[in-house]
């Protein structure tokens, strides 16, 4: 983990998280400020609907959502989506669009995203950090 950061974290952080993941639990014990994407929240509570178990998923990611500092899209973020994702079409290197917003939430507002997915890699100006 990096010292004194900020961090965004990525869906699959999450999903590790709500299965109490050790090494999760323990970086977010040191972590100063933790937040999460509204596009990351809307890809828990899909999960949540197709899963076998919806309602108890649902309450879940509901329970995990409570007191969270959530950030939403507005219009620096739309903004940096339109940058970050004209830049991985010039490089020939597209990634999943919910992934692009996650980025420009995390580039938007200075935040080091907390990934597994190694497709973040290609999106300059976006520091990543994996638990």
Wanted: with cysteine; charged share 25%.
């Amino acid at each position: 983990m990096l010292p004194s950061g900020r961090y965004l974290l990525d869906t699959n952080i999450v999903i590790a998280l709500l299965e109490g993941e050790e090494a999760i639990l323990s970086n977010l014990d040191q972590a100063s400020e933790v937040f999460v994407s509204a596009t990351v929240l809307g890809e828990l509570f899909y999960g949540a609907a197709k899963s076998g178990r919806p309602g108890e998923n649902t309450d879940k990611v509901e329970r995990f959502a409570a007191g969270r500092s959530i950030l939403t899209c507005d219009v620096d973020v739309a903004r940096a989506y339109g940058r970050l994702k004209q830049s991985l079409r010039e490089k020939g290197r597209p990634i999943p669009e919910n992934d692009i917003w996650i980025a420009a939430t995390a580039v938007c507002h200075g935040l080091v995203l907390i990934t597994r997915d190694r497709h973040f890699q290609e999106i300059d100006d976006l520091s990543i950090s994996e638990w």
